[in-house]
């Protein structure tokens, strides 16, 4: 393969709770450098993957004009592949479902109910954006989860906030980064920029969502569900097989962020008995970006099906 192909990262899934380390630095903008090729443990590449799945993947990601990351995970085997995968981009709204993993912990240990009552204050708690918690009356009064569904249905700014503010939030987004850290390795908070994010970072919570969900904990259940019914699912399953009516062939659990220099998604496809996650970060908003991400997820999805079945390649 050529000296740029994108790092085949093959680690196994019960590594993703590494410790913290240092944040690795925000990097500026242009187009991404692709990381070194790294040795294998876990998961392993078929011998006799076409050499054409791989290659057309690595020069998608390295002919764009913007910074890409991109970080995969087969949830079965533990193989993953990743590019870029540890640079920092804008958070964006992609920020909150990883932030909700610890607000459905907070409710599991019971320092928090779904039933808990907070009340919507303008004066604290709006912003523009996504949402319709910001066309309510001052002083509406939402259950925790009410918020949580308007976080995930709907990207809401407003619920978001309530939840994260320092006036009368549960959780802030530094103590969220820090928690992140520690479990995860996947920074969320930078004193210099703002909310960010890695795609390996997120790539290893989304991961532990379905883990979570697939040993039937009820709260991430219900938080798988509700992610395969967000709004804007079409970065990630905008690639993927559709049937005759357009329809995706396969559900897909998600969350996306756009904001003024960043358009992300998160995904975990439900691929027969064999998902994946895949995550898609870039530094570029506008409406090709979309159409970079879909190309990707399908170069990915390719490759992820010769993994699971070579045979459908085979004349």
Same mark, same amino acid.
């Given at each position: 393969?050529?000296?740029?192909?994108?790092?085949?990262?093959?680690?196994?899934?019960?590594?993703?709770?590494?410790?913290?380390?240092?944040?690795?630095?925000?990097?500026?903008?242009?187009?991404?450098?692709?990381?070194?090729?790294?040795?294998?443990?876990?998961?392993?590449?078929? %011998?006799? $993957?076409?050499?054409?799945?791989?290659?057309?993947?690595? !020069?998608? &990601? /390295? *002919?764009?004009?913007?910074?890409?990351?991109?970080?995969?995970?087969?949830?079965?085997?533990?193989?993953?592949?990743?590019?870029?995968?540890?640079?920092?981009?804008?958070?964006?709204?992609?920020?909150?479902?990883?932030?909700?993993?610890?607000?459905?912990?907070?409710?599991?240990?019971?320092?928090?109910?779904?039933?808990?009552?907070?009340?919507?204050?303008?004066?604290?708690?709006?912003?523009?954006?996504?949402?319709?918690?910001?066309?309510?009356?001052?002083?509406?009064?939402?259950?925790?989860?009410?918020?949580? %569904?308007? $976080?995930?249905?709907?990207?809401?700014?407003?619920?978001? !906030?309530? &939840? /994260? *503010?320092?006036?009368?939030?549960?959780?802030?987004?530094?103590?969220?980064?820090?928690?992140?850290?520690?479990?995860?390795?996947?920074?969320?908070?930078?004193?210099?920029?703002?909310?960010?994010?890695?795609?390996?970072?997120?790539?290893?919570?989304?991961?532990?969502?379905?883990?979570?969900?697939?040993?039937?904990?009820?709260?991430?259940?219900?938080?798988?569900?509700?992610?395969?019914?967000?709004?804007?699912?079409?970065?990630?399953?905008?690639?993927?097989?559709?049937?005759?009516?357009?329809?995706?062939?396969? %559900?897909?659990?998600?969350?996306?962020?756009?904001?003024?220099?960043?358009?992300?998604?998160?995904?975990?496809?439900?691929?027969?008995?064999?998902?994946?996650?895949?995550?898609?970060?870039?530094?570029?908003?506008?409406?090709?970006?979309?159409?970079?991400?879909?190309?990707?997820?399908?170069?990915?999805?390719?490759?992820?099906?010769?993994?699971?079945?070579?045979?459908?390649?085979?004349?």
């Amino acid at each position: 393969m050529k000296t740029r192909l994108f790092c085949l990262l093959l680690a196994a899934l019960l590594a993703l709770c590494a410790c913290a380390g240092p944040q690795p630095s925000a990097a500026p903008s242009g187009s991404a450098t692709p990381a070194l090729l790294s040795p294998a443990s876990g998961g392993e590449l078929p %011998e006799d $993957i076409p050499e054409g799945l791989l290659e057309t993947l690595n !020069k998608r &990601l /390295n *002919n764009q004009t913007f910074a890409c990351a991109l970080y995969y995970i087969d949830l079965t085997t533990g193989l993953t592949m990743s590019y870029n995968a540890d640079r920092q981009f804008a958070a964006a709204s992609l920020i909150k479902a990883p932030y909700l993993m610890y607000i459905l912990d907070m409710v599991a240990a019971g320092e928090l109910s779904l039933d808990d009552v907070h009340t919507y204050r303008k004066g604290y708690h709006y912003m523009g954006g996504t949402g319709k918690v910001r066309y309510m009356e001052d002083g509406t009064q939402l259950t925790l989860r009410q918020i949580i %569904e308007y $976080i995930v249905y709907d990207s809401d700014n407003v619920a978001f !906030k309530m &939840l /994260n *503010n320092g006036y009368d939030g549960v959780l802030s987004i530094p103590a969220f980064h820090d928690k992140a850290m520690r479990d995860y390795e996947a920074p969320y908070y930078s004193g210099t920029y703002g909310n960010v994010l890695t795609a390996s970072g997120v790539g290893r919570m989304f991961a532990e969502i379905y883990a979570r969900a697939s040993r039937g904990d009820e709260l991430y259940v219900w938080f798988v569900d509700m992610l395969k019914d967000a709004n804007e699912n079409k970065f990630v399953k905008g690639g993927l097989p559709t049937d005759e009516n357009g329809e995706c062939l396969y %559900e897909v659990a998600h969350k996306y962020g756009m904001d003024i220099k960043s358009s992300n998604d998160a995904a975990i496809v439900f691929y027969n008995d064999r998902p994946y996650v895949l995550v898609l970060l870039t530094d570029y908003l506008l409406i090709n970006t979309q159409g970079f991400m879909n190309r990707v997820s399908a170069d990915v999805f390719a490759i992820h099906e010769y993994i699971c079945d070579s045979s459908r390649w085979q004349n």
